[in-house]
């Protein structure tokens, strides 16, 4: 297995390149601290100190993610972010904040943020909540992942991010691409709800399970709608993943 030099997985790219993320944080310290943290991932990484010289940066970077603090001396971050989707639309973006309301959460998502971390935050938190994204973006891939996943009659190929059930193509959103293949590379398999989170969402929900029973109902109504169900719920347990008996 390929791994940085932290022991987690490598990600790249899909085409093998590194990945690049664009650190905004107006504490020269701090965004030094984060850059050298993601660096340590193998990934390409430039800092910015305010929303200007952020946006100046993205044109030049066109980064894959963005890891973005809420408070900036010339602007405010969901400014930046609603700009930053005028360079590159699909980028994900981790807003880093000091506030904890949970007006400022909805804020952030609102503004198409895809994550957000209240400070002080630990680098490890940050790393994992961004590989998680990018993830689920569909912008990475793990060196040693096989390009295609196969259970009964549930096909996905994941260098075209296609899944098929009986020839049928399934739409799905990028997390809950990332739940089915956990669940496909596990057939069979009792998976609990905490082992789902620390591997689709890549850190502690701080106990919000609910989250992990949301999307598998997403999945059953377009894995499963009209078909014999895959997806099973065993109580007190997990869930699993099973072809259907011919």
Known sequence: MNTTRSGRPALTRPDGTPLRVLVV???????????????????????????????????ELMPDAVVLDVMLPDTDGFAVLRSLHTVKPDVCVLFLTARDA?????AGITAGGDDYVTKPFSLEEVVARVRGLLRRAGMARQLD????????????????????RAGELIELSPTEFELLRFLM????RVLSKTQILDRVWSYDFGGRAHVVELYISYLRKKVDAGREPMIHTVRGAGYVLKPVAS
């Open 25 to 59: 944080d107006d504490d020269p310290d701090l965004a030094e601290v984060l850059s050298g943290a993601l660096r340590y991932e193998g990934w390409q990484v430039r800092s910015a100190g305010d929303g200007a010289s952020a946006l100046a940066e993205a044109r």
């Open 102 to 106: 949970v007006e400022d959460r909805i």
């Open 145 to 164: 992942e096989g390009p295609r996943l196969t259970v009964g009659d549930l096909v996905m190929d994941e260098e075209a991010r296609e899944v098929t």
């Open 185 to 188: 590379r596990n057939p069979r």
